[in-house]
């Protein structure tokens, strides 16, 4: 059990939190070129598809990546609660590695089969100003997925990427680094959402677990950017006191304005 939250982050291998951090850079410039411009994130998914409806996707058919097989939408169907929709991402079956495979199941609701099958990744909640507040997860029938286990969709997370320009670049470089940027919360959820359906059906024998409505969502945490990064950096600055305390060929320092200051010279070029 972590005694803290920083527990979250000081456990953390240096490489991975410096992805992260790598991450959260891309994410705040994602949010700088849109700004300059008076956009956001959820606008941005928005434009052009006309009066928005609860329950549609948007953008209509989604946003596929045809090397990756990563997926996503947005939509919402949450009314009294704070945030505006949500995006659902996912990985199909042609992105995953070949020794994954769905839990058996012996209930009477089809699941995707071979390369129809995806698993969903992570929920991401949004407020009416285009900023992410929150990540969920969710039962199997809320998306229609074939059902993994969590450590499986854990090694998936490494293979989702949206690498290309349609409806909005930012937006898909966005989704990609969220991704990254929240890994361990991820992983948490979706431990946690083997464990609450696992419980459910101790709970209720003879009920599908998978199918039922009664249970949506299996677990929900509250995010902010700008204190994950400051998080992270913190973590990855422990890192560095402790490699010179331990070796005098110290890793050299790693620092959020080092990533920021290098990407400001690659669009300088």
């Not at 996503?72 to 020794?99: I, K």
């Not at 089809?110 to 949004?126: C, K, R, T």
């Not at 083997?194 to 299996?218: C, F, H, I, K, N």
Request: proline share 5%.
């Amino acid at each position: 059990m972590l005694k803290n939250k920083n527990d979250l982050f000081n456990q953390l291998p240096r490489l991975q939190l410096e992805r992260m951090a790598e991450a959260g850079a891309q994410i705040i410039e994602c949010y700088r070129v849109l700004q300059k411009a008076g956009l956001n994130i959820v606008g941005e998914v928005l434009k052009g598809q006309g009066e928005f409806y609860e329950l549609e996707h948007y953008p209509k058919d989604d946003v596929f990546d045809g090397e990756t097989h990563s997926q996503y939408y947005y939509h919402a169907h949450r009314s009294g609660v704070q945030e505006h929709g949500h995006f659902h991402t996912f990985l199909r079956q042609p992105g995953m590695p070949s020794s994954l495979s769905p839990v058996p199941y012996h209930g009477s609701e089809p699941w995707p089969e071979d390369g129809d099958a995806l698993s969903h990744l992570v929920g991401i909640s949004m407020n009416a100003y285009g900023f992410p507040i929150g990540l969920f997860a969710t039962n199997r029938w809320v998306t229609a997925e074939a059902w993994y286990k969590a450590e499986d969709v854990i090694t998936m997370l490494d293979h989702f990427k949206i690498d290309h320009a349609h409806p909005s670049w930012p937006v898909n470089l966005w989704i990609s680094s969220m991704l990254v940027l929240f890994r361990p919360q991820i992983e948490i959820l979706l431990r946690q959402r083997d464990q609450m359906v696992a419980g459910w059906e101790s709970r209720y024998p003879g009920v599908d677990a998978y199918e039922d409505r009664e249970l949506e969502l299996t677990g929900f945490t509250s995010i902010n950017v700008e204190q994950q990064i400051k998080n992270v950096v913190a973590a990855i600055e422990v890192c560095n006191e402790t490699s010179v305390i331990e070796t005098s060929h110290a890793i050299k320092p790693f620092s959020f304005e080092n990533i920021a200051k290098s990407k400001e010279r690659q669009l300088a070029k």
